[in-house]
């Protein structure tokens, strides 16, 4: 497989990766929003603590696939 198809290959998962991650935080935050009256708050801290995670997450994902396009023009 060539250098450059391993990059896609890459660039496709951590795309994935990040769809995911995404979804997760949607998920999340919308549990957040309607539940949070009746949710224990050691609950809705931990959500908070994690959505911050995920986020800070998929923002250095971003970062990762936009490094790895920047090496295709290079090529």
Request: glycine share 6%; net charge positive; hydrophobic share 60%.
């Given at each position: 497989m060539a250098k450059i198809d391993?990059?896609?290959e890459t660039i496709s998962l951590a795309k994935y990766a990040l769809g995911?991650?995404?979804g997760l935080i949607?998920?999340?935050t919308g549990w957040l929003v309607s539940s949070y009256k009746l949710a224990?708050?050691?609950l809705i801290v931990v959500t908070f603590i994690l959505i911050a995670i995920?986020?800070?997450f998929s923002i250095l994902l971003l970062k990762y696939i936009l490094n790895k396009i920047e090496s295709l023009e290079e090529m």
């Open positions: 391993k990059i896609k995911i991650l995404l949607f998920g999340m224990d708050s050691l995920f986020v800070n």
